[in-house]
C-alpha cells in the first residue's frame, strides 16, 4: 500500500473519530443543561413549599396555643375534682379503718377487762427480747368505785431501764394482757386507728386542693374577660402577633424541611440557608460545607408570602458542590461515552499501528524475498558453472578437477538446502507444526560438537574462539538438531557481526537448577532500538558498509522460539561498538 493512500486513511479515520467526539460533547452539554435546569426548578419548588409550611405553622400555632390555653383550664377543673374526690375517698378509709380497729379493741376488753395497752417502743424494747423480758413487773390495778367505767387494769413497768430503747417498727395497737390459763401475760397487736400513708397522702392533697380552689377564682376571671369562643378571637391574637420577624422564624424547623424537601426530590447536597430581612440584612446564616457563599449560583423566595401583618423577608440557598451533583448524575452516560470514546480510539490506534505494522512487515518481506533470491542465486549459479565444466572434455579428463567441481557442487548444494532448511522450520514454527524429538543432551559436548561443524567457517576470518566450559551438571532434556542450530546461528551471528576478526568468548555454567551458556563478542554492537527487533522476523541489523552480511533475518526469531519450546529464556546484553552477548539459560534434566 503506498503512502498516500495510508495517509489518506489515517486522515478520514482520524476525521471520524473527531466527529464523534464532537458529537458526544454536544449531546452531554445538552443534557447537562437540561438537568441544570430540573435542578432549578426542583429547588425553587422545595423553597415554596417550605415557606408556605412555615408560614401554615405560625398560623397553626395561634390555635394551638389558645386550645392548649382552654385544656390547661379544663385539665386544672379535673384535677381539682380528682382531688376532691381522692380526699373524700381517704377519709371514708381512714373513718372505716378507725371502726374496725374500735370494734376489735372492744372485743378484746371483753375478753381480757384487764388488758393494758403499752407503746411501741417498749414493746421492741423489752417484749421481743427474750432477756430483757425478765425485767417487765406487771400489777393488776383494781380501780375504784365511783369511776364511770368500773374495771381493772395492769400496771407495766420496768424497774431499771436500758439507756438505750429500741424504736417502734410500725403504728399497731399492742396489748398485755393476763391470760388466765396459761397464768402467764400475753401480747396482742391490732392495727392502727389511722393509716400514717393515708394520711400522708390526704394532707398533701388538701393542700392541693386549696391551691386549686385559689387558682379557680383567677381561670374564672380570665375566661369572663376572653370570652366564649376562639375563633372569635382569632383577629385580636392576630393583632397581638404583630412582632418582629426574627422571632417569628423557627430556623430549625426550615433548615429541617428544607432538607426533608431536598431528600424527596433527591438532592442530597450540602448548601447554605440565609434568611434575610429588609435591605437584606442577614437574620440567619447556617453553612453545612467548609467553604463561601455563591452569590452568582443561589436561589430565593418570600417567607410568609401570604402575611399581611407586616413585609415579610427572604429564604434563600446555596449549593457550592452543583456542578459535582450534576456530573454525579451524568455518571452514566459520561462513564458509557468515554469507554466508547476510548474503545474507538483504542480501535483508531491498533489500527494505524496494524496497518504501519504491516507494511513495515511488507517491506521486511520484500527485503527478505530479495535476499533469499540472492542467497539461492549464488547457489545455483555456482552449480551451473560447475556442472557445465564438467562438460568440458579438458576437465573430464583431470580427475582433481572433476573432483574438486563435483566437491563444490555438493557444498553449494548442501548450502541450499540449509536455506531452504531454515525457512521451512520457521513456517513450521508459524503453523505450530514443528516437533521436538527430546532426549538428554550433554551441552558441553553439543557446544564442542558445533564448533567443530564450523571449523572451516571459523578458519576462513581468522575467528579466535574461547571456551569455558564451567557446567558440572551440563544434561538436559532437549531436541538435538534444534539446539544445535541455536547454538550455530548464535556463533553464526558472532562471525557475521564482527569487525575483521572475530573474537569469540563461549561459557557454560550452572546457576540452581539451570545451565547458562553465554556467546560473546566483540563486534559492532547494537543500539537500545535495534536490541528490541532483532527477535522480529525478517529483521536485520544494518551493518552499513562494513560488511556485506548475509542471511534471511531468521535466525534470532527462529532461536527464540526453540528456547521457549524447551522452557528456557534467551537474554541479549549489547553495546554499540563494544560487542554484543547472547545468554540462554536451560533447565537441567534431573536424573
Known amino acids: 500500500m503506498k503512502r498516500k493512500s495510508i495517509a489518506a486513511i489515517i486522515g478520514l479515520m482520524l476525521f471520524a473519530l473527531l466527529g464523534v467526539i464532537a458529537m458526544q460533547y454536544y449531546f452531554i452539554s445538552q443534557s447537562y443543561h437540561l438537568k441544570t435546569q430540573l435542578f432549578d426548578e426542583a429547588v425553587n419548588a422545595a423553597l415554596n413549599t417550605v415557606a408556605l409550611k412555615a408560614e401554615k405553622r405560625e398560623a397553626v400555632d395561634f390555635l394551638q396555643a389558645k386550645e392548649a390555653q382552654n385544656r390547661k383550664l379544663q385539665e386544672k377543673r379535673e384535677a ?53 423480758k425478765n425485767l417487765v413487773n406487771v400489777e393488776l390495778v383494781t380501780m375504784p368505785e365511783g369511776f364511770y367505767q368500773q374495771r381493772n387494769r395492769l400496771d407495766v413497768y420496768v424497774n431499771d431501764p436500758v439507756s438505750h430503747p429500741k424504736k417502734a417498727k410500725d403504728d399497731s395497737l399492742r396489748y398485755v394482757f393476763i391470760d388466765p390459763y396459761m397464768n402467764d401475760i400475753g401480747v396482742v397487736a391490732l392495727p392502727p386507728r389511722k393509716d400514717r400513708r393515708l394520711d400522708a397522702q390526704m394532707k398533701k392533697y388538701e393542700q392541693q386542693e386549696k391551691f386549686f380552689q385559689t387558682g379557680s377564682l383567677v381561670d374564672s376571671f380570665m375566661a369572663a374577660a376572653q370570652g366564649p369562643s376562639v375563633m372569635e378571637n382569632l383577629a385580636s391574637d392576630l393583632e397581638m402577633a404583630k412582632k418582629p420577624l426574627k422571632s417569628r422564624i423557627d430556623v430549625g424547623f426550615i433548615r429541617q424541611e428544607l432538607k426533608e424537601e431536598f431528600a424527596n426530590r433527591n438532592i442530597h447536597l450540602p448548601f447554605e440557608l440565609r434568611i434575610t430581612g429588609q435591605q437584606d440584612s442577614i437574620l440567619y446564616r447556617l453553612v453545612s460545607f467548609a467553604g463561601q457563599y455563591d452569590n452568582k449560583n443561589f436561589y430565593s423566595t418570600i417567607l410568609f408570602p401570604n402575611s399581611v401583618i407586616r413585609s415579610s423577608g427572604k429564604l434563600s440557598v446555596s449549593f457550592p458542590s452543583k456542578r459535582s451533583l450534576m456530573l454525579g448524575n451524568m455518571g452514566v452516560m459520561l462513564g458509557s461515552s468515554i469507554a466508547l470514546l476510548l474503545v474507538l480510539i483504542g480501535c483508531f490506534t491498533y489500527t494505524i499501528f496494524t496497518i504501519l505494522r504491516q507494511k513495515k512487515i511488507s517491506e521486511m518481506k520484500t527485503d527478505f524475498i530479495n535476499n ?21 572434455p579438458e576437465i573430464i579428463a583431470d580427475p582433481k578437477r572433476v573432483d574438486r567441481l563435483a566437491n563444490v557442487i555438493y557444498d553449494e548444494n548442501v548450502r541450499l538446502g540449509n536455506h531452504i532448511e531454515r525457512v521451512l522450520n520457521i513456517a513450521k514454527i508459524d503453523k505450530g507444526e514443528l516437533r521436538m524429538d527430546r532426549q538428554e543432551l550433554n551441552m558441553n559436548d553439543l557446544v564442542g560438537a ?45 562471525i557475521k557481526y564482527s ?5 569469540i568468548t563461549i561459557k557454560t555454567w550452572n546457576s540452581g537448577n539451570s545451565i547458562h551458556i553465554t556467546v560473546a563478542d566483540q563486534g559492532i554492537g547494537m543500539s537500545r532500538d535495534q536490541l528490541s527487533k532483532i527477535f522480529d522476523q525478517f529483521y536485520r541489523v544494518s551493518t552499513g558498509n562494513l560488511h556485506d552480511v548475509k542471511g534471511f533475518g531468521l535466525g534470532l526469531s527462529y532461536v527464540q522460539d526453540i528456547v521457549k519450546r524447551m522452557k528456557g529464556t534467551i537474554k541479549v546484553r549489547s553495546e554499540k561498538n563494544k560487542g554484543t552477548e547472547f545468554e540462554v539459560i536451560l533447565p537441567v534434566s534431573h536424573h
Open 450 to 494: 558445533v564448533i567443530d561443524s564450523m571449523d572451516l567457517q571459523l578458519k576462513k576470518r581468522h575467528a579466535k574462539v574461547g571456551l569455558e566450559m564451567e557446567a558440572r551438571d551440563p544434561v538436559v532434556n532437549g531436541d538435538e538438531f534444534h539446539l544445535s542450530n541455536v547454538i550455530f546461528n548464535l556463533i553464526d551471528n558472532a
Open 499 to 503: 569487525k575483521e576478526i572475530p573474537e
Open 80 to 132: 381539682e375534682w380528682r382531688t376532691k374526690m381522692f380526699v373524700e375517698k381517704i377519709k371514708r378509709e381512714q373513718r372505716q379503718q378507725e371502726m374496725e380497729v374500735r370494734e376489735l379493741e372492744a372485743k378484746l376488753l371483753r375478753a381480757f377487762p384487764s388488758a393494758t395497752l403499752i407503746t411501741n417502743d417498749f414493746y421492741e424494747t423489752y417484749m421481743r427480747d427474750a432477756k430483757l
Open 372 to 392: 533469499m533470491t540472492h542467497e539461492f542465486k549464488t547457489p545455483v549459479a555456482t552449480i551451473m558453472i560447475a556442472s557445465e565444466s564438467l562438460k568440458d
